[in-house]
């Protein structure tokens, strides 16, 4: 089994009305390489006649986002490839590469009628061959993510890339990242291995589960060891979590709001690109 290094609680730090809990970084962990960052909105109630998410027009460079829409809905424009609002259960696979403009905010449904609304949101980074290249949005509803049922229905993955106990995700990772999402009922018990050189995203996004014998709650993102391979997870009660895991680049990782890159002098030259135009344009 793969042992469990330390256990990551999430902070409270909301942004604007919006609840958000920041799973990474945190005081106790920077990143866990490829993985850069974790935000977990909500889950919230909006009234009637809301502002909805409070994400605008912002730029982005040299890394990729993988949302997760849980309850409610997400507007995704940028300055790129167009618009698209998914709902409840789908994704948004975000490749910024080179740059662009977009803005993640409620439609305008959602705004009028209200709503519970659960978002979370990871980075993913892209090496250094990788940072400049073009940028692609994918967004996936639920029906098009496909459902695996195990251990007679009490757990449920949903894979959106790379392969899982024999089953492949939609979406292509151009760095070979394993992403998905896992819902248990309580008693369920999920099995699968995972390659020891391979870092591990595991986040609980709800419930109580036991992965590999210490136990892991709401909130909660564990850190494993690089050592074994089999992963076993018991929920203890209904859970969700986030389950993703891939080859770390080992490369510098300089960070400034928005662009993730590799020296700093490639993140100057992205806020001159941006402060320029040259990220695109994308109006409110």
Avoid: C
Avoid at 5 to 30: E, G, N, W
Avoid at 57 to 74: N, V
Avoid at 148 to 162: A, F, Y
Avoid at 241 to 260: C, D, M, Q, R, T
């Amino acid at each position: 089994m793969r042992k469990i290094k330390q256990l990551h609680q999430a902070v409270f730090d909301p942004i604007a009305d919006l609840d958000t809990y920041r799973a990474m970084p945190t005081r106790s962990i920077r990143h866990l390489d490829p993985f850069l960052f974790l935000n977990h909105h909500g889950p919230q109630q909006y009234g009637p006649n809301n502002n909805g998410l409070p994400f605008g027009p912002h730029p982005h460079r040299g890394f990729e986002t993988l949302t997760f829409i849980l309850q409610g809905d997400i507007t995704h424009r940028d300055s790129s490839t167009g618009e698209s609002v998914i709902k409840a259960g789908g994704i948004q696979w975000m490749t910024a590469g080179s740059g662009l403009v977009h803005a993640e905010v409620s439609s305008e449904e959602f705004k009028q009628k209200g709503g519970m609304e659960e978002v979370i949101q990871l980075w993913l980074n892209l090496p250094a061959r990788l940072k400049m290249t073009e940028p692609n949005y994918i967004g996936l509803q639920k029906d098009a993510i496909p459902s695996v049922s195990l251990d007679e229905g009490k757990v449920t993955v949903r894979l959106i890339s790379g392969e899982i106990n024999g089953q492949k995700g939609p979406v292509h990772s151009l760095t070979g990242l394993m992403t998905s999402s896992i819902d248990f009922k309580q008693g369920g018990t999920f099995r699968t291995e995972v390659a020891p050189e391979r870092n591990i995203l595991f986040y609980v996004v709800n419930g109580e589960v036991e992965v590999n014998q210490t136990i892991a709650k709401t909130h909660t993102l564990v850190e494993f060891f690089n050592e074994g391979n089999s992963l076993e997870i018991k929920a203890l009660e209904d859970s969700t979590l986030i389950l993703a895991h891939g080859e770390p680049y080992n490369e510098p990782i300089v960070a400034h709001g928005p662009f993730v890159m590799n020296s700093e002098e490639e993140i100057y030259q992205a806020m001159r690109d941006y402060q320029s135009g040259k990220l695109g344009v994308l109006n409110d």
